[in-house]
């Protein structure tokens, strides 16, 4: 019996710490991992959604986050004002703007 606790004791320590290296390239492949299936593709969403928003005009026939449908009558800097139906405009801040629509979209519906 003295000799299996013995073994046991000798099994445990021989396994040793774990390579310092080792866990550097594992640490820095996770990051690389999480930049380029998380943070990069992000990213690149930003950007198409802040040139969405830089090139709006008055005329524009737009999409909201929201699902309403408009047609910009007055941009100002954070703000539009849409036009929804006959005599109706509403005020939305400019990051609502989801997508610009073909001309004529808003009268074929």
Do not use: C, W
């Amino acid at each position: 019996m003295f000799f299996i606790e013995s073994a046991h004791a000798q099994a445990a320590s021989s396994a040793g710490e774990p390579n310092i290296v080792f866990q550097m390239v594992l640490m820095l492949g996770l990051f690389a991992l999480m930049y380029f299936m998380i943070i990069r593709p992000q990213r690149k969403r930003q950007k198409q959604h802040t040139d969405l928003l830089t090139q709006l005009g008055k005329g524009d026939e737009v999409l909201l986050s929201s699902g309403m449908l408009g047609k910009i009558v007055l941009l100002n800097d954070d703000y539009v004002v849409l036009d929804v139906a006959a005599n109706l405009e509403l005020k939305f801040q400019k990051a609502a703007v989801q997508a610009v629509l073909p001309k004529g979209t808003i009268k074929s519906i």
